[in-house]
T-cell receptor, first 113, second 110 residues
Framework: DTAVSQTPKYLVTQMGNDKSIKCEQN?????MYWYKQDSKKFLKIMFS???????INETVPNRFSPKSPDKAHLNLHINSLELGDSAVYFC????????????FGQGTRLTVV | QKEVEQNSGPLSVPEGAIASLNCTYS??????FFWYRQYSGKSPELIMF????GDKEDGRFTAQLNKASQYVSLLIRDSQPSDSATYLC??????????FGAGTRLTVKP
């Protein structure tokens, strides 16, 4: 069983379109995250949720809207896609304790053309 | 100032040598520190974590933490070509947050 799974793995779309990435974790974790990794490999936090509640929103354009229907799911919807949105997006989850690791999904490579 | 800073790299070492990776962080309240390895096209995977000052060893890997200097390092002994990857330093400033450095790309040459 995959611990953190996100779909799709690849997404190619045109500028101006709207797209969603889904994430599910079966680890029983309370905290889930979205990260964006650019071409230089910098893994930047976008959002974190604790048990469906938004905790961190890191100066992300409001075209990005996360949604957490329950604590096992955290989806990312992106409106009006731009070329600069091309990146790999990782979902992750962790226990709420500060001394525990985050587990990552396989990533979604988004290419905006 | 970036929250977590790492050697920009790339770092190249010969097979069998020691690779030394460094990381500094800005939030003095951070309590736990992690090293992840990421192969090209894959997701980050945990190598080690540390939260007490001093050294922590796991096989060929040793993590070192100095909270007074806000410094974390990872030593890889007897480096192997399979260790070639990007190494990400991460810090948990609080329970619902994890911040990463920009990563150091390591190449181990046979």
């Amino acid at each position: 069983d995959t611990a953190v799974s996100q779909t799709p793995k690849y997404l190619v779309t045109q500028m101006g379109n709207d797209k969603s990435i889904k994430c599910e974790q079966n680890l029983g974790h309370d905290t889930m995250y979205w990260y964006k990794q650019d071409s230089k490999k910098f893994l930047k936090i976008m959002f974190s949720y604790n048990n469906k509640e938004l905790i961190i929103n890191e100066t992300v354009p409001n075209r990005f809207s996360p949604k957490s229907p329950d604590k096992a799911h955290l989806n990312l919807h992106i409106n009006s896609l731009e070329l600069g949105d091309s990146a790999v997006y990782f979902c992750a989850s962790s226990q709420v304790n500060w001394n525990t690791e985050a587990f990552f999904g396989q990533g979604t490579r988004l290419t905006v053309v | 100032q970036k929250e977590v800073e790492q050697n920009s790299g790339p770092l190249s070492v010969p097979e069998g040598a020691i690779a030394s990776l460094n990381c500094t962080y800005s939030d003095r309240g951070s309590q736990s520190f992690f090293w992840y390895r990421q192969y090209s096209g894959k997701s980050p995977e945990l190598i080690m974590f540390i939260y007490s000052n001093g050294d922590k060893e796991d096989g060929r890997f040793t993590a070192q933490l100095n909270k007074a200097s806000q410094y974390v390092s990872l030593l890889i002994r007897d480096s192997q070509p399979s260790d070639s990857a990007t190494y990400l330093c991460a810090v948990r400033p609080n329970n619902n947050d994890m911040r990463f450095g920009a990563g150091t790309r390591l190449t181990v040459k046979p």
